[in-house]
């Protein structure tokens, strides 16, 4: 079907169709994983019926955009079994032989992306068709954060609706990230319908793990002796330009630290 030709009745028709078929709990389907380095959203169902995604859609919003909307045929062909999930790309790099990916710009307006402050909820149609965007009560999920956690009047304009519908503890609470968060993960293993900044994991980078194993041991030392005696900037920790004590304090502090 030609989606740039459907009547807007046409649209309203096919999700409410599709909806008949959605046998699963709305709120199963969450925001599990996000990526900040690569900006790539994962929604994953974790209740144990599929559910289909035909009319649902997203609203986002970082620091100078709001109320940024995907199409309602967007999702239309998607349906989640349990436990599986899709992966939003933001940047438009999803992998085009795989189904389970989907660019961002295929499902309409999403704001783009920022540390700084960005919100995003997903929504589900009512038995019309229709989203009704200011009733919390169709939000299936929805996350946001920022930099130090601070508030943001811009990107919070769907906030209060998330925490009247029962998915969000405090419209005025964020995920506290920093510049270098590499991504931020849901550890929720009830699945629960409301969260807040307590649950999500905030990863940062692992300065450490001079061989990008994922762990931190001799290798890594061993790493690091190599390229202080070469001069390599890697091993200049304190980013002062010079190797020197420093340096080595700086390493063994973030080594006895461990990854985080």
Not at 132 to 143: E, T
Not at 154 to 163: G, W, Y
Request: proline share 3%; with cysteine.
């Amino acid at each position: 079907m030609n989606t740039q030709t459907m009547t807007k009745q046409s649209i309203v028709s096919l999700i409410a169709i599709a909806g008949t078929h959605a046998l699963g709990a709305p709120r199963d389907v969450q925001i599990v994983h996000v990526d900040t380095a690569a900006h790539v959203l994962t929604i994953t169902n974790t209740g144990e019926e599929t559910t289909s995604l035909a009319g649902w859609r997203f609203c986002s919003h970082n620091t100078s955009q709001v109320r940024r909307y995907t199409s309602p045929v967007g999702l239309v062909d998607f349906e989640l079994a349990p436990s599986a999930a899709i992966t939003i790309h933001l940047n438009n790099d999803a992998d085009a032989g795989n189904s389970s990916q989907v660019n961002a710009s295929d499902i309409g307006a999403i704001a783009d992306f920022e540390l700084d402050a960005f919100a995003i909820g997903l929504y589900f149609p009512n038995e019309g068709g229709l989203t009704p965007f200011g009733d919390g009560s169709f939000l299936a999920d929805h996350i946001q954060w920022s930099l130090d956690g601070a508030d943001n009047a811009s990107a919070d304009e769907r906030s209060d609706e998330a925490e009247d519908g029962g998915v969000w503890t405090d419209q005025s609470a964020w995920i506290s990230v920093t510049s270098t968060t590499t991504s931020i993960e849901l550890n929720d293993s009830s699945f629960g319908e409301l969260h807040g900044p307590g649950d999500y994991i905030v990863h940062e980078p692992c300065v450490a793990d001079l061989t990008g194993d994922g762990e931190l041991d001799f290798f890594d030392v061993s790493e690091f002796l190599d390229a202080f005696g070469a001069m390599d900037p890697v091993a200049d920790f304190t980013g002062d330009g010079a190797f020197d004590f420093f340096d080595v304090s700086d390493f063994l502090d973030a080594f006895g630290a461990g990854c985080p």
